[in-house]
């Protein structure tokens, strides 16, 4: 949006009104379908999916291969569904010297029925455009400094090729069982700025 769009649009709560009295006045009534959708999100699309992959990809060797083959078709095994759009899931491993980060430079997607819609810094321009360019520094700024010998590869995530990073297990984790592992992946770590 340039400087002069970004003058002219009206805040956000009066753009939502606006459409809601476009529907209200044709006598359709998008209530239904609202919850419904902020069902979805709050319910549903939760980054806890994701990391109920991780954690039995952790604990289950042949998961593990199965799901840094086809990610899409792996986590289809534990009932998590993908929209048809998002055609692959590609599951990046992380190791103790490669960093896997995601991001979206056109916008703001993610593989958001596996690791939740994406938080706001992910849609900012100032996260596409640097993670990019000056990867190291903006994960420093978030808090992870990695050693000068870990590579960081960032993947440009597409409308049909969704991505999750698959962090390192902590070694003081390893013989947990997979339900506790759960509660340690994050949604960050998945994304690939911060280690689990
Ligand atoms: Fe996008």
């Given amino acids: 949006m340039s400087d002069h769009e970004a003058r ?15 529907f209200d006045a044709r006598g359709m009534s998008p209530g239904a379908a609202i919850a419904a959708f902020e069902r979805l999100v709050d319910e549903e699309w939760v980054p806890r999916n994701g990391a109920r992959l991780v954690a039995k990809a952790w604990t289950d060797a042949a998961f593990r291969a199965r799901l840094l083959a086809d990610g ?15 055609r692959h899931l590609v599951v990046l491993e992380n190791t103790p010297a490669v960093q896997n980060v995601i991001c979206c430079t056109l916008c703001s997607c993610t593989a958001f ?13 100032e996260y596409r455009s640097r993670v990019v360019r000056e ?15 870990v590579e960081i590869r960032v ?21 947990w069982s997979e339900d506790r592992l759960v509660d340690i992946v994050t949604r960050d770590g998945m994304i690939g700025v911060a280690r689990v």
């Fill in 8 to 22: 002219r649009a009206a805040p956000v709560e009066r753009r939502v009104a606006a459409i809601e009295a476009a």
């Fill in 113 to 125: 029925s596996i690791i939740g819609l994406p938080p706001d810094w992910y849609k900012d321009l």
């Fill in 135 to 149: 990867s190291r520094t903006v994960l420093r700024e978030m808090g992870l400094e990695l050693p000068p010998e």
């Fill in 72 to 86: 899409r078709t792996a986590a289809a095994e534990m009932g998590f569904s993908m929209p048809p759009h998002h």
């Fill in 155 to 175: 993947w440009d995530t597409t409308a049909d090729t969704r991505y999750m990073v698959l962090p390192v297990q902590p070694p003081e984790t390893i013989g």
